[in-house]
């Protein structure tokens, strides 16, 4: 019984600090605006356990890096489709072409 109290003692505020930094961690992948970061932060300092447990089930369902890459696809295949004019107004000169595109131009 006094071990399973002394690795409960022990293990509960490694949970504390593990949760708080993963949800900094994973706060700052998904998030752009500064103080929703640190709101989630704090409060999984401020709660232990309980913080990190409502930030996993309130959190954006992707990342900025998945969001991003999600809108080039769409943006990509609506210029496939001609659906879009141009791509130059929304896509930095720096983008690489689409699969899609490197395939239709090599065809046509």
């Given at each position: 019984m006094v071990?399973v109290?002394?690795l409960?003692s022990?293990?509960?505020?490694l949970?504390?600090?593990?949760g708080?930094?993963h ?5 700052r ?7 929703a ?5 704090a409060?999984?300092v401020l ?5 990190a447990?409502?930030?996993?089930v309130v959190?954006?369902?992707?990342t900025?890096?998945e969001?991003r890459?999600r809108r080039?696809r ?6 496939a ?5 141009t791509?130059?107004?929304t896509l ?7 699969p899609?595109l490197?395939?239709k131009?090599a065809a046509?």
């Amino acid at each position: 019984m006094v071990v399973v109290r002394d690795l409960l003692s022990a293990s509960l505020p490694l949970l504390w600090i593990a949760g708080a930094f993963h949800t900094g961690a994973d706060a700052r992948r998904r998030f752009a605006n500064v103080s929703a970061r640190r709101f989630w932060t704090a409060l999984a300092v401020l709660l232990p356990l309980v913080g990190a447990g409502v930030y996993l089930v309130v959190r954006p369902a992707e990342t900025l890096e998945e969001r991003r890459l999600r809108r080039r696809r769409v943006l990509y295949l609506e210029v496939a489709a001609g659906q879009r004019a141009t791509v130059r107004a929304t896509l930095p000169a720096t983008a690489p072409a689409a699969p899609e595109l490197q395939r239709k131009a090599a065809a046509g």
